[in-house]
């Protein structure tokens, strides 16, 4: 019987849209240590129609833009999501996610609720980062 869930897997997974997939994937794996796990070609072999990758214990579902109804952030003017990021080492984490090219929104602080907390813009405007203490899970809202 297959599985309900795939390996490395868990019930919910996030799957975004970006402009240039083949250009997020490098980047996501500059930014934050990604690994790519699997790339799905359009059928002419431009772009990328499905990838998916691991960060940390997690994976990303990603895919090129199909317009009219499949867009990306940059495309519609924005977005109303934001990915999450827990990490050991905030400040490791957004020093590297800044230095392969993300843009600061929220500078990386120490919250009133008791976590390390910042936000990134990366190039394609569909994830963003947040960190957490290393003695407590990172809260992000």
């Given at each position: 019987?297959?599985?309900?869930?795939?390996d490395?897997?868990?019930?919910l997974?996030?799957?975004?849209?970006?402009?240039?997939?083949?250009?997020?994937?490098?980047?996501?794996?500059?930014?934050?240590?990604?690994?790519?796990?699997?790339?799905?070609?359009?059928?002419?072999?431009?772009?990328?129609?499905?990838?998916?990758?691991?960060?940390?214990?997690?994976?990303?579902?990603?895919?090129?833009?199909?317009?009219?109804?499949c867009?990306?952030?940059?495309?519609?003017?924005?977005?109303?999501?934001?990915?999450?990021?827990?990490v050991?080492?905030?400040?490791?984490?957004?020093?590297?996610?800044?230095?392969?090219?993300?843009?600061?929104?929220?500078?990386?602080?120490?919250?009133?609720?008791?976590?390390r907390?910042?936000?990134?813009?990366?190039?394609?405007?569909?994830?963003?980062?947040?960190?957490?203490?290393?003695?407590?899970?990172?809260?992000?809202?």
């Amino acid at each position: 019987m297959t599985k309900p869930i795939p390996d490395g897997f868990h019930t919910l997974a996030p799957h975004i849209v970006v402009q240039d997939a083949a250009k997020a994937i490098e980047f996501y794996k500059k930014a934050f240590g990604a690994q790519e796990i699997s790339r799905l070609m359009t059928p002419d072999g431009k772009g990328v129609m499905h990838a998916q990758l691991k960060i940390g214990d997690s994976m990303l579902m990603l895919g090129g833009e199909f317009p009219p109804s499949c867009l990306s952030p940059k495309s519609r003017g924005g977005t109303s999501v934001t990915l999450h990021l827990y990490v050991e080492n905030a400040d490791a984490a957004f020093e590297r996610a800044v230095k392969a090219g993300c843009t600061v929104k929220m500078p990386l602080t120490d919250q009133f609720w008791g976590d390390r907390y910042g936000v990134t813009e990366d190039p394609s405007a569909a994830f963003a980062f947040c960190g957490g203490q290393a003695d407590r899970a990172g809260f992000c809202s």
